[in-house]
């Protein structure tokens, strides 16, 4: 009879040569997570206890704004919260086995409870007080032998005092001011486009040399409209920003998302030929040689 093998949630594996069994889900540039098979492991993360809602109070445009910036055909957005599936798929295809990840724009407690549940070794900078402590909270509650380590403060001042490097840089930006986290200053979220670039150009930099050599980073982006409704090129901006330091364009992913409603907006959006966007970009880039990773 077969040996059973078991799965990080203590589910049977019992499929051979099966892609879903060595890399999680397969390999493919197009990552869905419509499918029931994601869904379900969604939830059994979830059910860990991760509630990376917490501490969150992101806010959008007022609805005056929103729906004039729109053509009244688009509802703001709800405060995103990231996909822990996408992050275990993220370390497992591009982190070495407990291995040491950065995170320059933190945010919510997901990725690094998702990395050290994993075995990883999480440092996530944010820059709100009160999204540092709930995931402080959450990361004893649910690793509290391998908590992850959040530091508050600013990106472009707290990486020029690290001393060590990383296996894995892995973030989420602020799409631009899609969603507004505070009114400080440092926020990006709260700056002007010229001013995003600039602080965000230089966050990259500064996590390019972060970065271990023949290593990876990811970086998960979208490009957003502005206000009078012409896309913002976060994308083009990301690629560049890394390719002018010498760390490479190597992957890149769609990461497909739910309807939601996507399907109410559509026939309005399509009054002014503006299409429902129903995915995110997931850039992945390396710095050396990928073959020696």
Known sequence: ????????????????????KKYVVPPFSVLDTVSGEWQSRKDMWR??????EIGRKAT?????????????SEMP????????????????WFAPKRGSILDPFAGGSVRGIVANYLGYDYTGIELREEQVYANMQQGIDIVPDNTP???????????????????FIFTCPPYYDLE??????????????????WAYRSIIKKSCILLKDNSFACFVVGNVRNKKGFIR???????????????HYYNDLILRQVVGSGSMR??????????????????VFCKGDPKLR
């Open 233 to 247: 090129d976060l994308v083009g901006l990301t690629v560049k920003s890394f390719e002018d330091n010498g760390v």
């Open 149 to 167: 380590t959040w530091i508050i403060g600013d990106s472009n001042n707290v990486m020029d005092t690290m001393d060590r490097k990383f296996d």
């Open 60 to 72: 959008t445009f007022n609805m005056y704004e929103w729906n004039k910036n729109n053509n009244a």
């Open 77 to 92: 957005p709800d405060t995103s919260i990231f996909d822990p599936v996408l992050c275990e798929i993220m370390y497992k």
């Open 47 to 52: 059910g860990l206890g991760i509630n990376s």
């Open 266 to 283: 559509a026939d309005g959006n399509m009054k002014y030929k503006k299409i429902v966007k129903m995915h995110q970009n997931v850039l």
């Open 1 to 20: 009879m077969e040996a059973i093998n078991y799965d990080l949630f203590g589910d049977p594996v019992l499929e051979k040569n099966d892609l879903r």
């Open 180 to 197: 507004k986290y505070s009114s400080d200053r440092r926020d990006l979220s709260h700056m002007d486009e010229r001013e995003f670039n």
